[in-house]
């Protein structure tokens, strides 16, 4: 399943994202951890020492490279340089698992916590008045569009602030996106714009609250955002440890706190997979985005018709070392 914790700016996202990782994986289950945030905080809120994640190599660093790699041998695609980030893949395009043999997790990931951490990269000084962030997430998007997640695995990315988690397609790709609010009107405030952003893609947005004192928060939440409430984080003596730089055991986590996390996994895990509609989606945002282009005519001949993502595609796609393996 793919799940992005979305959220305004303080909201606690980036630390709900790190929790929810390391739940799932304390609990064996594969995990893979996107930082798509402009302010690039999740390695560290994982614990992966700053002197490891200075090594990291950022996708949004290296957009040539995945693109020549996700491409495969699909004939719709001509080069590297004929894909755009909403480019969906195809038959013979390479498409990848959370498991397994995964290039673009040896490439770019990193052990964090028992997960898999990759970046997008932060925005840097040469970026300054040349290029947008959009750009460095639009990498993310793409292995994202790439990636058949199977029944138990989990793809976990901390977006970025504010509304630009739907300035592109990114918003579309994933089974379930938590909106972190604090009880406030200015948190609502966000569920409200982002549900409105959302309704008529079928993306289904649930409400976390975050820094809960009591039950009277917990009825302004219910009050302004109903039944989208998920759960709600109480204020937390661990996550205020984690602000500070510590990274205490996760058994240490307050009791109703891991209840909140398993719900969420409940959650996740009750949300039916629709490859059809994520299929369709990847093509209608494909349009969208060329329509402006001069080029437009050449990347709408991208998208294959006759292709659907999911398991059955990732199959045919498998090596053929891994077939001799399993035919053993």
Request: overall charge negative.
């Amino acid at each position: 399943m793919k799940i992005a914790f979305a959220g305004k700016g303080g909201s606690g996202k980036t630390t709900l994202s790190a929790l929810f990782t390391r739940y799932l994986a304390a609990r064996g289950v594969p995990v893979v951890a996107v930082d798509a945030d402009i302010n690039q905080h999740l390695g560290t809120a994982l614990g992966v020492p700053e002197h490891r994640l200075d090594r990291l190599p950022a996708l949004g660093a290296h957009p040539t490279e995945i693109k020549e790699v996700l491409r495969g041998d699909n004939p719709r695609i001509a080069s590297a340089e004929a894909m755009i980030k909403t480019t969906p893949p195809g038959r013979g395009s390479l498409l990848l698992g959370v498991t397994g043999e995964n290039p673009v997790h040896a490439r770019f990931g990193a052990p964090a916590h028992g997960a898999t951490l990759m970046v997008t990269g932060p925005y840097a000084e040469e970026d300054l008045g040349v290029s947008c962030y959009h750009s460095k997430v639009g990498m993310a998007e793409m292995y994202l569009n790439h990636l058949v997640d199977g029944p138990g695995e989990y793809v976990v990315v901390d977006m970025t602030a504010g509304a630009d988690s739907f300035s592109s397609g990114l918003f579309t790709r994933f089974d379930m996106t938590f909106l972190v609010a604090e009880p406030t009107l200015r948190g609502v405030g966000v569920y409200r714009q982002y549900a409105d952003y959302a309704r008529d893609h079928g993306v289904e947005i649930r409400v976390v609250g975050n820094k809960v004192r009591d039950e009277e928060d917990v009825e302004f939440l219910r009050e302004h955002v109903g039944d989208a409430l998920a759960a709600w984080m109480s204020h937390s003596g661990f996550v205020r440890s984690m602000e500070k730089g510590r990274h205490p055991e996760l058994a240490d986590l307050e009791e109703e706190n891991v209840k909140t996390l398993g719900r969420l996994r409940d959650m996740v895990d009750a949300t039916g997979k629709d490859w059809a509609r994520f299929t369709r989606q990847s093509a209608e945002f494909h349009l969208r985005y060329c329509r402006s282009r001069t080029d437009a005519a050449e990347l709408a001949a991208q998208i294959d018709p006759d292709f659907l993502m999911g398991p059955d595609a990732l199959e045919v796609k498998r090596p053929s070392h891994e077939t001799d393996k399993t035919d053993k």
